[in-house]
């Protein structure tokens, strides 16, 4: 619960010192599509035959017609090799508090809910049977992202995201994970509401309930973003 009470202190302390001025004309909503060249790394990854784990990541953000903002988020990523496969899927829905807002920045702070889950599927070599299974996570966490208008073409985007425990069970053993996910990048507007976005993703997962089980999936981010 320290680093949750510590990321938002920090952005209190930021925002408190970020102008209050709203401008009515800026616009409320944004939509982004990346490919994900994902890479997994940590003592969770013991018997990987590959660290390998490209996917893409969606997401969506709207204003809804106040400091209100909604967001979803989604990145899906796959790890294969010869005779095993795992999805990673992980759903994050946000509420945030962003009064701090003009055509220049946007600074938001709130709640949200992930939902993390891996499928996984092996294939025994001798019998060539496929073996399937999975595991779902979830739990509530605290968010805080912003944007800020470099120039007239260019902006910095930032997103930190902090899960204290995700709850859900491994074999059959109740398991809580450590979940904090931090993002940033940089806007090119190509038109007035189509951009490139190109940025960096991390993702660490700590298991608080069995020692040795930590992982972190990052990597580059690239692809377009929608304003409307």
Not at 108 to 124: A, H, Q, T, V
Not at 208 to 215: E, G
Request: a positive charge.
């Amino acid at each position: 619960m320290k680093k949750l009470f510590c990321i938002a202190l920090i952005m209190g302390l930021l925002l408190a010192g970020v102008s209050m001025a709203y401008a009515a004309d800026v616009q409320n909503g944004e939509f982004d599509l990346m490919y994900y060249a994902g890479g997994l790394s940590g003592s969770g990854t013991t018997g990987y035959d590959s660290t390998t784990a490209p996917g893409y990541l969606a997401r969506f953000g709207y204003f809804t017609g106040g400091p209100l903002k909604l967001g979803l988020d989604y990145a899906m990523n796959t790890n294969n090799t010869n005779n095993f496969s795992n999805k990673i899927n992980d759903l994050k829905f946000h509420v945030k508090y962003a009064p701090w807002r003009t055509r220049s920045y946007n600074f938001g702070i709130g709640l949200f809910y992930n939902s993390l889950r891996y499928d996984s599927c092996f294939k025994n070599p001798a019998t060539n049977a496929l073996i399937s299974g999975g595991a779902t996570f979830n739990g509530l966490g605290i968010g805080v992202d912003g944007r800020v208008k470099m120039s007239e073409k260019t902006g910095f985007y930032g997103q930190i995201d902090y899960a204290p425990s995700l709850s859900g069970s491994i074999n059959g053993v109740d398991t809580k994970l450590d979940a904090m996910t931090y993002e940033f990048g940089l806007n090119f507007h190509t038109k007035e509401s189509m951009m490139i976005k190109l940025g960096y993703r991390s993702s660490a997962l700590k298991n608080k309930t069995t020692p040795n089980r930590d992982t972190t999936l990052s990597g580059l981010l690239i692809g377009l973003g929608f304003d409307f």
